[in-house]
């Protein structure tokens, strides 16, 4: 089965390094790559990661940065990768403490890297079985009837008075209108976020988020889907 590591670095020769051994290492692994945390953010939600290698510092000019670290903080909120293994990239000295007592942190390697050491710590990790290949499920009613959808299906929400609209892969569901808080309520997935008054999305199912049009282009749409204003904010907030 392929496997998916994402690395976060922001030095591309530390990335190019990187990419190298793993490629060195395994065949069967699916390398994606990240500079920011946005980036990532975005990365971690469209695909299933399966490992990932963060370096603690993603902005070297600003003093104190530990963007990397925010953004593992982030990763464990997300049920799917509770217990995905991390691997620090740091050039810190005492990074552990933090690491491994809040984040469970499975390994940190230190710059310059040790290219055997690195590879045995990679090939173990990514040992670790995956935890988020078990469908989700929902259920939604709809005059007594249950529908049963995985979450996987489900691409976006359009809800508004007049009734709510439940976007699929495999066709729509049109149901009586519900507030979007109960919705979110019963879908219990944290793929889910509110972008406006009227409509939830899948986070696996973004392709680009353009915040200064304030919109969302979602994979296999024509149409963007708009980000509310009033909304802008606590969105970037979540998926990030």
Not at 57 to 83: C, W
Not at 164 to 186: F, S
Request: net charge neutral.
């Amino acid at each position: 089965m392929m496997k998916t590591v994402l690395i976060v670095e922001d030095n591309v020769r530390s990335k190019e390094m990187l990419v190298k051994i793993i490629e060195d290492l395994r065949t069967d692994v699916e390398i994606k790559t990240a500079s920011s945390q946005e980036e990532a953010a975005i990365l971690a939600m469209k695909y299933n990661i399966d490992l990932f290698m963060l370096d603690i510092i993603l902005n070297a000019s600003n003093p104190g940065d530990v963007s990397g670290m925010k953004f593992a903080e982030h990763i464990r909120t997300f049920q799917k990768y509770k217990y995905t293994p991390i691997i620090f990239i740091t050039a810190l000295e005492d990074p552990e403490l933090h690491a491994y007592s809040d984040l469970h942190c499975y390994y940190y390697v230190e710059k310059p890297y040790d290219v055997a050491k690195v590879s045995a710590v990679i090939s173990e990790a990514l040992e670790f079985p995956a935890a988020h290949n078990e469908p989700q499920n929902v259920f939604f009613r709809k005059d007594g009837i249950l529908y049963k959808k995985e979450i996987s299906e489900i691409i976006y929400i359009e809800n508004s008075r007049a009734g709510q609209t439940v976007y699929c892969t495999n066709g729509n569901l049109k149901l009586p209108y519900k507030p979007n808080k109960k919705i979110l309520e019963e879908l219990a997935s944290d793929k889910f976020i509110q972008c406006s008054r009227y409509h939830i999305v899948n986070c696996d199912y973004i392709d680009k988020i353009d915040t200064v049009n304030r919109y969302i282009q979602l994979r296999g749409l024509k149409a963007p889907i708009e980000i509310g204003n009033s909304y802008k904010k606590r969105f970037l907030r979540d998926i990030v």
